[in-house]
């Protein structure tokens, strides 16, 4: 793509986020303006998801070759989009685990001092998740 495509698609990009927001921050916050804000960021979605997909689909044969060629860097990129999931989704999934069992470790210290020890093994496993998905993602990055 162009630079000026790219500059396009940011600058559009950037209204469809903007424009509903300040539409919704402005003013007094009713259902009727709020349901305003929903469909103009819907709108505003699709048509730059519509955008992107013509510049996309709108470049030379000669691009398209030259990205015929570059399967290797696919694969690069694939492999660390595979690393930052495997961290986030992870680190996700950890936060709402410590979030209940700490919740609930406090609960039962506040009434029995004595389940301190117990309570931290749980948080500690949920927290282990966590742990689990970084290792995961450096032996990705570790092959690439």
């Known amino acids: 793509m162009s630079l ?43 048509s730059t998801v519509l955008i992107a997909g013509i510049m996309l689909f709108a470049g ?17 990129g694939f492999g660390y989009l595979a690393a930052a999931l495997s961290t986030g989704l992870s680190c996700v999934g950890g936060g709402i685990a410590v979030a209940s069992a700490a919740s609930a470790a406090l609960g039962a210290i506040s009434e029995d001092s004595s389940a301190l020890g117990k309570s931290l093994i749980f948080v500690g496993l949920a927290e282990g998740v966590c742990l689990y998905g970084l290792i995961i993602s450096f032996m990705i990055l570790g092959k690439l």
Request: aromatic letters at 16%.
């Open 60 to 76: 030379d044969p000669v691009q398209a070759a030259e990205a015929a060629g570059n399967t290797a860097s696919n694969a690069t």
């Open 4 to 46: 000026t495509v790219r500059v396009l698609f940011v600058v559009t990009l950037l209204l469809s986020i903007v424009i509903p927001f300040g539409y919704f921050l402005i003013g007094q916050r009713t259902k009727k303006r709020y349901k305003r804000a929903i469909g103009t960021n819907i709108f505003f979605f699709f």
